[in-house]
């Protein structure tokens, strides 16, 4: 990585209210060669991985008896249903 990158770069202001002093999401994803784990680890909260957890809770193998009153919920179609 260049000085005059790192320059280009301070010059956008963009990174001047991240912690890190820059940010990935934005103008500052050509600092970063590489990611390891996902992206939303990096940004903050792994969301994907957080819906499954709240899908699994919420509907839980073998516990499909609408009888109960159980909310079905499919996080990645957005939808949930008794």
Known sequence: MSDELILAYVR???GADKAGGYG????GSILVEKIDGTFD??????????LQLIEKVLNPEG????????????????????
């Open 12 to 14: 956008t202001r963009e």
């Open 24 to 27: 990935i999401q934005g103008i």
């Open 63 to 82: 516990e499909s008896d609408d009888s109960e009153g159980y909310v079905h919920c499919n996080f990645a179609k957005r939808r949930c249903f008794r």
């Open 41 to 50: 680890n990096v940004v903050g909260l792994p969301l994907r991985a957080t």
